[in-house]
């Protein structure tokens, strides 16, 4: 008989589960729950397991935002809550509490070939560290090193780094945002919210008024050549996104590859495929032949997440992947 243990992807938009068969690390039943109709993180997990028709007593929990102790707030929720109490008020044996991308770095030793697209680079090389990032309604960011029979996932708060801009035109835009906040991180460019402050940018340096448009009306008038400031905000969303990867790869020295996770950049892959991208990732000086063969990767896997949740949950159970 299977047995199966609980995973789930909460961010701050959406909260997947899925079941995931502990002996093949395969997940099915995924549902995905709109965060704004539940009080809190247990209440929607009660929701998912009243669905089910099998007992469920463990599981892994990945959470968009930093897991340092038991107590963990959500960076762009107003959810909150004690690991402890959550695993005793559900009436679990076992359940881990982790950071969202540490849940999407360990789905990276498991994904299959037709679960990524590779954006230039050669080949990864076997045995050396891995980064992973992701655009959604946050930036996440974390790296993944081989240890011996296991992977050891480093998580990070690195979608809070500060914004490096790379030329003229995007230290401008960097001036018009600080004057907005004082402070601008990576996040503030590179997620939902980040590309409407993106398109503003543009609109203000292009000395136009901006419109009120959410993200996704962004792209839509982008891809459709219908506003010019959206299309000019969206491709350099693209190169900002190689710039940080290409930055990510510097800084652990990621030839193992570089993926992209995240619900944005999907939406838009073919511009994407054409866009600045790669070479803002190689727009490294004299360290552009350093990062030129280093793989990029979009993960196209629906739930890397919930996959990598239960690669977690298994690796820690003692299983290999």
């Known amino acids: 008989m299977k047995s199966f243990a609980l995973t789930g992807d909460v961010g701050g938009t959406n909260a997947r589960f899925a079941l995931c068969d502990i002996d093949t690390g395969e997940i099915s ?5 709109t965060g704004q109709y539940y009080s809190s993180l247990e209440n929607v997990i009660r929701h998912y397991l009243d669905e089910q028709e099998v007992t469920i007593v463990e599981g892994c929990i990945a959470i968009a935002s930093p897991v340092t102790g038991d107590w963990i707030e ?5 959810w909150a809550f004690s690991a402890r109490e959550l ?7 076992h359940l881990n509490i982790i950071n969202d991308f540490t849940a999407v770095s360990m789905a990276i030793p498991v994904l299959k070939a037709d679960d990524v697209f590779q954006l ?13 990032y992701g655009a959604g309604t946050g930036l996440g960011v974390a790296h993944l090193i081989p240890v011996d029979t296991r992977w050891l996932s480093l ?18 835009i960097l001036k018009i945002m600080y004057a907005e ?5 990576a996040e503030r460019i590179l997620s939902g919210p980040g590309l409407t402050n993106l398109y503003r940018a543009v609109t203000v340096a292009a000395g136009r008024q901006a419109k009120e448009l959410q993200p996704h009306e962004i792209t839509e008038h982008a891809l459709s050549g219908t506003c010019p400031d959206c299309r000019d905000a969206l491709s350099l969303f693209c190169v900002m996104m190689g710039r940080f ?3 990510l790869a510097l800084t652990l020295g990621t030839t193992g590859g570089v993926y992209i996770a995240g619900g944005i950049v999907p939406r838009f892959l073919d511009f994407f495929k054409s866009s600045g991208f790669r070479a803002g990732f190689e727009d490294k000086g004299r360290f552009k032949s350093y990062v030129q063969d280093i793989p990029a990767y979009l993960i196209t896997h629906d739930n890397p997440g919930l996959l990598g949740a239960g690669a977690y949950f298994r690796q820690e159970c003692g299983m290999s992947l």
């Not at 959500?74 to 107003?78: D, G, I, L, V």
């Open 181 to 185: 906040r004082h402070h601008v991180s």
């Open 155 to 172: 998580p990070g708060e690195g979608g809070h780094v500060d914004f490096a801009p790379g030329t003229e035109e995007e230290a401008n």
């Open 29 to 33: 039943k995924v549902k995905t729950y």
């Open 74 to 78: 959500m960076t762009n929720k107003n």
């Open 120 to 132: 230039g680079g050669k080949h990864p090389v076997k045995g050396n560290p891995i980064a992973v």
């Open 87 to 93: 695993k005793k008020q559900l009436g679990f044996s």
């Open 245 to 247: 990867g290409g930055n």
